[in-house]
């Protein structure tokens, strides 16, 4: 027997290509605004001797801004190196079940990656025809659930009520409802966290507050849950957020007003899209995030990505049953739109 029969082996997560060359980069949606001014003044102003010390292991610089913001108490808060972080101790903690854990079949490719690694076992459900969860598939017997609301990468939003109803069922299981695009437009589930001990609701600041590169992510639920959550993480790695994170995060989620401008502009760019991608002939569904999942009808998806690639456009394709159709293309500026739809414009009607 040889060493690498007992290696941990995983095929692992693939993430959208962050190219070195300048490009239109709508592939990963990540926010094409910088973060507030008032992150840039933190970081103008950070002592470097701070770093000499371990930051706060709890991150309560951060978590306590959380909480004020959303109108809970600090003990409802956990956050992470982004949602990804968060998602994964998550698992960890609370899908330790023989049972299956629910997702949908067209979903964030995260999710069954996380499940393969920590040997959870897991079942697809599948998506109506128009991308939309069916909640009677979230009925069985099962070890957890987790989706995301607004989903990936189709765009579509589900209703408070229709999670409600789901979290209902499942008094057995954590209920997980990762809101990493929640902010676009849809309405956060947050208000049942008071009525539902086994609700975690998972946000994260890299797409509305523009801070994918500073990594975080962030958990609300009972204090139970995330007391739970907290145990695990502190049994792999105390000190996992660094110190000018927790304060620049504290800051940009005090910095409402340019959130909400950032948003808005987000969304108007995204609606105008709607109307240009209609004129080329693309079929999508209406989004309520941050990218609009988009099928082209005069020409192959797969060939338009390439086409876009070779123009220095990057947008997402997947080569998978159901989306092979389509390109994932993240709301950029209106400028960066503008050129997306003239070089579409050439490669559908070339
Ligand atoms: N959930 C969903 C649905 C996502 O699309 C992403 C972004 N790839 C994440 C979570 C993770 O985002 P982050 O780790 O940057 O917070």
Do not use: H
């Amino acid at each position: 027997m040889g060493w690498e029969d007992n290696v941990r082996k995983v095929i692992p997560y693939v993430p959208g290509e962050q190219p070195k060359d300048k490009v239109i980069k709508l592939n990963t949606n990540e926010n094409p605004y910088p973060p507030s001014p008032g992150v840039r003044d933190i970081i103008d102003n950070f002592n470097i001797s701070d770093m000499r010390l371990y930051p706060p292991p709890d991150a309560d610089i951060l978590t306590g801004a959380v909480a004020e913001r959303y109108n809970l108490e600090k003990e409802q808060i956990f956050v992470g190196v982004g949602s990804d972080d968060v998602i994964s101790m998550a698992f960890l903690t609370f899908f330790n079940s023989d049972k299956p854990i629910f997702f949908p079949d067209i979903t964030y490719s995260f999710y069954d990656v996380w499940a393969d690694v920590y040997r959870i076992p897991y079942e697809t459900k599948p998506l109506n025809p128009d991308f939309t969860i069916n909640p009677d598939d979230y009925r069985g017997e099962n070890g957890g659930i987790i989706f995301p609301n607004p989903n990936a990468p189709t765009g579509v939003l589900e209703s408070v009520d229709m999670i409600e109803d789901i979290v209902k069922s499942n008094p057995g299981s954590v209920v997980m409802i990762d809101e990493a695009y929640i902010d676009f437009g849809g309405k956060s589930c947050l208000e049942l966290i008071d009525k539902y001990e086994n609700l975690l609701v998972i946000q994260t600041f890299s797409k509305s507050r523009s801070m994918a590169g500073m990594r975080i992510g962030f958990a609300m639920g009972s204090k139970k849950l995330i007391k739970y959550m907290n145990d695990v993480k502190f049994s792999i790695n105390s000190y996992t957020m660094n110190i000018l994170t927790q304060i620049c995060g504290a800051q940009a989620i005090r910095d409402e007003e340019y959130f909400r401008n950032t948003v808005d502009k987000i969304i108007s760019t995204r609606e105008r899209s709607k109307i240009r991608l209609r004129e080329l002939g693309f079929e999508f569904t209406d989004s309520m995030s941050n990218f609009i999942f988009a099928k082209p009808t005069e020409k192959p998806a797969a060939f338009v990505f390439e086409e876009l690639k070779k123009r220095k456009i990057f947008v997402r394709y997947w080569n998978k049953p159901i989306i092979k159709d389509y390109l994932r293309i993240t709301v950029g500026t209106d400028e960066e739109m503008d050129i997306l739809f003239s070089e579409l414009g050439a490669i559908i009607n070339g």
